[in-house]
């Protein structure tokens, strides 16, 4: 995720970068900011296009992406899981009630405390 985001920024930004990793709860947050206002788009691509493809890549990997523009340029980010809604489920619900993951599909969509947290982190104030 880190190394298209950057990719992305190097061939259509340019010039210097930075990239935040902000934990939060059992979430990653990746973020690129770059100094270019334009924001970015999904491309067609044929199937041997060798490039054009980072964003539909980024979108499939993570849980939610974004970019926004900043006072100095742009930030795109990307919010990842460090475990899988399995694993989650599991963990939080007693063995003979798991319900296979879809709890924490649902908790994944819903405002709860830590979704609060998590957009707080993606949108701090500025």
């Known amino acids: ?10 061939r259509h930004a340019g010039g210097p970068m930075t990239v935040e990793l902000t934990l939060v709860h059992d ?16 491309r067609q691509t044929e199937a041997d296009d060798e490039c054009g493809r980072g964003l539909a890549l980024i979108e ?7 970019a926004e523009t900043t006072s100095r340029g742009k930030r795109c980010w990307a919010v990842l899981p460090l475990r899988t809604p399995q694993e989650r489920a599991i963990e939080s619900a007693p063995a003979e009630e798991a319900d296979h993951g879809f709890e924490a599909d649902r908790e994944r969509w819903s405002l709860a405390p830590q979704g609060s947290g998590l957009l707080a982190s993606l949108f701090p104030a500025m």
């Open 27 to 42: 979430m990653v947050v990746v973020a690129v900011l770059d100094d270019s206002r334009e924001l970015p788009r999904p």
């Open 60 to 66: 499939d990997l993570s849980l939610i992406r974004g």
């Open 1 to 10: 995720m880190t190394s298209e985001l950057l990719t992305n920024g190097l």
